[in-house]
């Protein structure tokens, strides 16, 4: 699977990355410490071949510097320290630099993340988002603690060595360079295309840890259908693609040794060989063959590296146009913590509004609601799968807004009022609680952080809640969610109910949230949600229509419209209406 984006550095990327300096600005000092002595340390390096060649011609009594071997050992000692000592202090100064700008690019991104509002996580995918955070950051440090450190240096060595060999034997050195670079960029190629076949060996390995994990993790499905054969079946195929890939591969690895064993080697012994004539007839030294040859492996090391270096940069690059595709998306609120909760009595009117989710545009979902809920009291939505209730609650939310028409909250368009504070006036208890991991504290102080013991309790109980809590040896401080205990539906509705309760919030949204309990749990949860209903404006969406037989009003919600309103009473009286034949259907059953 190659991916389309293209592998090529262009203007527009140039730019990309120039976005990134506010991120890098506040430790530019680090930065250029840190290129300078690159710099140094490179060029120090270039040292290593020369006083080789220097020692070889000493040896061989034909040196023009007048040093003995001593001596240039001792100096090959000296740069070895300098150079120690150097590189040591960039790599620090490197990773001070990269680890902290890309913590602040994080930061960012994950503040902007939180911040956008519900239709940016329609349009993308969460495994996706977080791949951003994590691999595409990562990525671009990569890029700047050492990919790009080392690709200058491999610049800075490929000039100076050129140089240096230009100078002290030109004619070989145009040998050299008329061969090798062609050899190793053939090389950087071959080696290039081989990876990506063990890319797709890799790719494919990774879709049978798919099928085991798929297996594995619903085994209770996969017994109940006596479906191990077909996994099994499924397991062993995925494995036979990967043994296939695997030895197509082996093909062009073992021809990639070859490659590099003959064509490599070969050019750098046909070097030594016509160096050796050379050395033979006088018009070089053993030294500066020595020399020689050791610069054209450091050039050869530079040029096969570049290439990898210069393709790591690029995607680097690929992955900070995504980073920043979400650093410059508008968000709709802010990290702010305090905000000033309006003062609102709780009447909302929902006035002819419309509406289609900004993602499927040519299907409305709602075609004109109308609705009046005085403050203080309780509605039901009621209607068929798929009639539209969650979404009315959801524009509720502001989740979304209404293409049409408009909702007031005491005769005020919500629209205009400032997010967050809006929002802090409503609470929400939704059909399936997702518990935070932490302690059941944790999880139900979420709904106020400022709030104190006796209120948090106190929460517990009207949320029928404390009974269980404390039916547990660690009380408040168990762990519950991913890694602790697992409670039940009906439990962990009840932990939603008292994180409700100690939000305290002026207008309540109920989705379904009795709908996935037994009958026994559903009778403790609804208690609970009637001491969390009391007093405040309620909009209650249900199945089961026994649990709504006391509401003020029930709107009978059909294909994005109401059809019908009126309390149960009235509407059960309806001769042929849509509610009496809900209605039907439930109580002759279940009576
Ligand atoms: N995020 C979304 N993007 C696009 N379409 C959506 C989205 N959410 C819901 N819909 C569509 O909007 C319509 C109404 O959905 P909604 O969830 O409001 O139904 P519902 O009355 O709550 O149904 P249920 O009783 O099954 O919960 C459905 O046709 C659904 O496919
Ligand atoms: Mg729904």
Not at 23 to 52: C, N
Not at 372 to 396: D, M, N
Request: charge should be neutral; hydrophobic fraction near 45%.
């Amino acid at each position: 699977m190659e991916k389309s984006e293209k592998r090529k550095l262009n203007r527009e990327q140039i730019k990309e990355l120039g976005y990134f300096t506010r991120f890098i600005k506040p430790y530019m000092t680090e930065f250029i410490i840190g290129l300078v002595l690159l710099f140094l340390s490179s060029v120090i390096v270039m040292a290593f071949p020369y006083l080789a060649g220097e020692m070889a011609d000493i040896a061989n009594g034909k040196s023009k510097l007048h040093l003995n071997l001593n001596q240039v050992g001792g100096l090959l000692l000296i740069i070895l320290v300098l150079q120690g000592i150097v590189s040591y202090v960039r790599v620090i100064l490197f990773t001070i630099f990269s680890e902290k700008s890309m913590a602040d690019v994080r930061v960012a991104l994950y503040q902007k993340l939180i911040t956008l509002p519900i239709v940016f996580y329609d349009k993308n995918r969460v495994g996706e988002l977080v791949s951003r955070i994590t691999a595409d950051v990562d990525q671009l440090q990569q890029v700047l603690s050492v990919t790009m450190a080392e690709f200058i240096r491999q610049i800075l060595i490929l000039i100076v060595g050129i140089t240096l060999l230009m100078i002290s034997s030109p004619r070989l050195s145009l040998l050299m360079l008329a061969t090798f670079p062609l050899i190793v960029i053939a090389a950087y190629f071959f080696g290039r295309f081989i990876r990506r076949l063990s890319k797709d060996r890799q790719e494919k390995l990774a879709s049978t840890n798919t099928v085991v994990d798929e297996t594995l993790q619903t085994i209770h499905t996969v017994k109940s259908f006596t479906n191990e054969w077909f996994e099994f079946g499924r397991y062993r195929d995925k494995i036979q693609e990967v043994v296939k890939t695997a030895l197509h591969l082996a093909k062009y690895r073992a021809s990639f040794g070859s490659f590099v064993i003959v064509v490599l080697f070969g050019g750098i012994f046909f070097l030594l060989w016509f160096g050796a004539r050379m050395v033979q007839n006088g018009t070089m030294t053993v030294g500066q063959l020595v020399a020689f040859i050791a610069y054209t492996m450091f050039i050869g090391g530079a040029i096969g590296s570049l290439g990898n270096f210069y393709t790591t940069i690029v995607s680097a690059i690929g992955g900070t146009e995504r980073i920043r595709e979400i650093l410059s998306h508008p968000v709709e609120v802010t990290t702010n913590r305090h905000l000033a909760r309006p003062l609102v009595t709780g009447n909302i009117t929902f006035d002819d509004v419309q509406f289609r989710y900004p993602t499927r545009e040519d299907v409305p979902v709602l075609k004109g609601i109308d609705m009046e809920i005085g403050a203080g009291r309780k509605i039901a939505l009621v209607g068929s799968s798929g009639a539209g209730k969650s979404t009315i609650a959801q524009l509720l939310l502001r989740f979304y807004e209404p293409t049409g028409g408009q909702i007031l909250l005491d005769g005020q368009p919500i629209a205009g009022m400032e997010l967050q504070s809006y929002r802090s006036i409503l609470g929400l208890v939704p059909q399936e609680v997702i518990l935070f991991g932490g302690t059941i504290r944790e999880n139900i102080l979420y709904g106020n952080p400022d709030a104190n013991e006796s209120q948090l309790i106190d929460a517990a109980k009207q949320a029928n809640a404390w009974e269980f809590i404390q039916s547990f040896p660690e009380g408040l401080e168990t762990k519950v969610g991913e890694r602790g205990i697992k409670l039940s539906g009906g439990q962990r509705q009840r932990i939603a109910i008292a994180r409700a309760i100690l939000r305290d919030p002026k207008i309540l949204i109920l989705d379904e949230a009795t709908s996935s309990l037994d009958a026994e749990s559903e009778r403790v949860v609804q208690d609970a949600l009637d001491n969390l209903m009391q007093g405040r404006t309620s909009v209650i969406i249900a199945h089961r229509l026994a649990t709504i037989k006391e509401v003020d009003c029930i709107y009978v919600i059909e294909h994005g419209k109401v059809i019908e309103s009126g309390t149960h009473d009235e509407l059960a009286a309806i001769p042929d209406g849509a509610y009496s034949s809900f209605a039907k259907l439930q109580f002759d059953t279940s009576e």
